[in-house]
């Protein structure tokens, strides 16, 4: 078992996101989009929030609202469609 006492703390820096001046793990600053589901998924359509994927949609509301960057990493709705990753 790995003694967490001696585990190196990650190396957080600080950059302004929309805006916002935010903190982030250096080690995954601007990795979200490989991270989420949402951007593999067929059900995804960022560009069309009426059609968009409600949890999407709902998910990506509240990161707005509270300037976060939270990816979806499971989730019971993900069928694999276009990669949108890029956008």
Request: hydrophobic fraction near 25%.
């Amino acid at each position: 078992m790995e003694n967490k006492e001696n585990k190196p703390l990650p190396t957080i820096e600080k950059y302004e996101h929309h805006g916002v001046e935010v903190s982030v793990n250096s080690e995954f600053k601007g990795k979200h989009r490989d991270i989420c589901l949402c951007y593999t998924c067929k059900h995804f359509k960022p560009k069309d929030r009426d059609n968009n994927c409600y949890m999407a949609q709902d998910h990506y509301d509240w990161v707005i609202e509270n300037d976060l960057v939270a990816p979806i990493m499971e989730c019971p709705e993900y069928e694999p469609g276009e990669d949108k990753r890029d956008i």
